[in-house]
């Protein structure tokens, strides 16, 4: 686990700006205290709400069905006074997304979730189901629509207390987190332009599940390609001068040497999740299966890979990146092979300024009686649509949905003691946000 440490000059400097500030942390204050009750008054809401938003399907091509769940939100964020709107995705292949805004005045807060789950129309996983003992199970409920509706209810609390007017708001809900639509540059432009806008964002993704933890790091992900060629033949032939290693062995003699020089280089990894060898043409189905002809007694003519590579920083993905390429390059006998890396997720390596809003939304947890939080170790999380904003914020942190367990399986399971309790914790964090700000 990924642990935090601050120098003592530092931690004395933010104790300092908090008691001059006039903010509280030996415990919550008057209007906290209300913030909390109030939170508590309206979880039956919130509740139904998060059942509602399950129960309809919005698998990332179910464009429909990720409308309608944008919808649902839409109207949520219009009984708050929001300014809201559908953003169409016709441009990108996809749903769209919803994009609300709220205030004239405080800091500049982007909320970020998503619509989309990886559950399609012909899923069996389709309804929200009590299974007692406070966990709950549904398609999508921990990724991310219980994310979603804690972001709905700590705004809702906020302003039922008089308290959203201390802030700015900007929400973005994507309609393709699990499935980007292309290219990213349209798909991903909502949030580049929030995070332009903002100081801050926040991610209600679940992080590792664990409410103990929050993201302030997160590795990038980006797709690659391999294709290879050989020298066809029978196999006989194989390691002859005439016909070397075929396309098969140079598939296996680039992936041994990538996991060989990228397994150990930082925070990287490089998995091939998808690859054939044979002869005669290749095809591909849209659900990414390969047919290729061949007979088990022929050297290949032709191998395919398409895998991802993830990193941490710029220089870590420039550096994986650099490996690659020269390890293509250096073919066996009588072979050739292209490398073409697609885009992807950017890196959100982990700031100092990350570093301090997770600290200061660990002391929010401690002053609730909730425990401290501490940050994810990036291996334990995968990418995220705050990726895209991270680099054009002053602070950014993701992981404060709703955890559970079995994301991205008919075994999804929220626990939903952390509904309750992260809704309090986005709550008093964005008050204490606007009072840092306010008394700066």
């Given at each position: 686990m990924l642990k935090i440490i601050q120098p003592i000059a530092k931690c004395a400097l933010l104790a300092f700006s908090l008691i001059s500030s006039g903010l509280t942390f030996a415990g919550l204050s008057e209007p906290e205290s209300r913030l909390r009750e109030r939170v508590i008054q309206q979880l039956p809401m919130a509740q139904q709400e998060l059942a509602a938003a399950v129960n309809i399907?919005?698998?990332?091509?179910?464009?429909?069905?990720?409308?309608?769940?944008?919808?649902?939100?839409?109207?949520?964020?219009?009984?708050?006074?929001?300014?809201?709107?559908?953003?169409?995705?016709?441009?990108?292949?996809r749903a769209g997304h919803l994009q609300a805004s709220y205030g004239n005045r405080g800091p500049?807060?982007?909320?970020?979730?998503?619509?989309?789950?990886?559950?399609?129309?012909?899923?069996?996983?389709?309804?929200?189901?009590?299974?007692g003992?406070?966990?709950?199970?549904?398609?999508?409920?921990?990724?991310?629509?219980?994310?979603?509706?804690?972001?709905?209810?700590?705004?809702?609390?906020?302003?039922?207390?008089?308290?959203?007017?201390?802030?700015?708001?900007r929400?973005?809900?994507?309609?393709?987190?699990?499935?980007?639509?292309?290219?990213?540059?349209?798909?991903?432009?909502?949030?580049?332009?929030?995070?332009?806008?903002?100081?801050?964002?926040?991610?209600?993704?679940?992080?590792?599940?664990?409410?103990?933890?929050?993201?302030?790091?997160?590795?990038?992900?980006?797709?690659?390609?391999?294709?290879?060629?050989?020298?066809?033949?029978?196999?006989?032939?194989?390691?002859?001068?005439?016909?070397?290693?075929g396309a098969a062995?140079?598939?296996?003699?680039?992936?041994?040497?990538?996991?060989?020089?990228?397994?150990?280089?930082?925070?990287?990894t490089v998995n091939p999740g998808l690859l054939a060898a044979g002869n005669g043409q290749m095809k591909m189905d849209a659900t990414n299966a390969i047919a290729m002809a061949g007979k088990s007694n022929i050297v290949p003519q032709l191998a395919y890979v398409k895998g991802d590579l993830r990193t941490l920083s710029p220089a870590e993905l420039a550096q994986a990146q650099a490996k690659m390429k020269a390890i293509v390059a250096a073919n066996l006998k009588h072979t050739e092979a292209e490398l073409v890396f697609a885009e992807g997720y950017p890196p959100m390596p982990p700031?100092?300024?990350?570093?301090?809003?997770?600290?200061?939304?660990?002391?929010?947890?401690?002053?609730?009686?909730?425990?401290?939080?501490?940050?994810?170790?990036?291996?334990?999380?995968?990418?995220?649509?705050?990726?895209?904003?991270?680099?054009?914020?002053?602070m950014a942190m993701d992981g404060l949905g709703l955890m559970g367990a079995g994301g991205h399986t008919v075994d999804e399971v929220a626990d939903m003691d952390s509904f309750q309790k992260n809704i309090h914790k986005a709550a008093i964090l964005m008050h204490r946000l606007a009072q840092r700000h306010k008394n700066k």
């Open positions: 399907n919005s698998g990332t091509m179910n464009f429909a069905g990720v409308e309608k769940v944008g919808r649902l939100y839409q109207a949520q964020f219009d009984q708050l006074g929001f300014d809201t709107q559908w953003l169409p995705g016709e441009s990108f292949n500049k807060l982007l909320m970020i979730g998503h619509l989309d789950t990886v559950f399609g129309k012909e899923s069996t996983f389709q309804r929200f189901q009590d299974l003992n406070g966990k709950v199970a549904g398609p999508g409920i921990t990724d991310m629509k219980g994310g979603n509706t804690i972001v709905v209810a700590a705004l809702r609390a906020l302003k039922a207390e008089g308290l959203l007017d201390e802030m700015q708001v929400v973005v809900f994507t309609g393709d987190e699990e499935s980007s639509g292309r290219p990213l540059s349209l798909s991903k432009k909502a949030i580049i332009e929030g995070a332009k806008w903002a100081d801050i964002a926040l991610g209600f993704e679940d992080g590792d599940s664990s409410i103990k933890t929050a993201v302030v790091a997160r590795r990038g992900s980006m797709g690659w390609t391999l294709k290879v060629k050989g020298r066809p033949a029978h196999s006989s032939q194989v390691f002859s001068e005439e016909v070397g290693y062995y140079e598939m296996a003699r680039i992936l041994n040497a990538f996991r060989g020089q990228i397994d150990g280089l930082g925070a990287a700031t100092e300024a990350n570093k301090e809003l997770l600290s200061w939304y660990s002391q929010v947890s401690e002053d609730l009686d909730y425990g401290p939080v501490a940050a994810v170790n990036p291996r334990k999380a995968g990418a995220a649509d705050i990726s895209f904003a991270a680099d054009h914020v002053e």
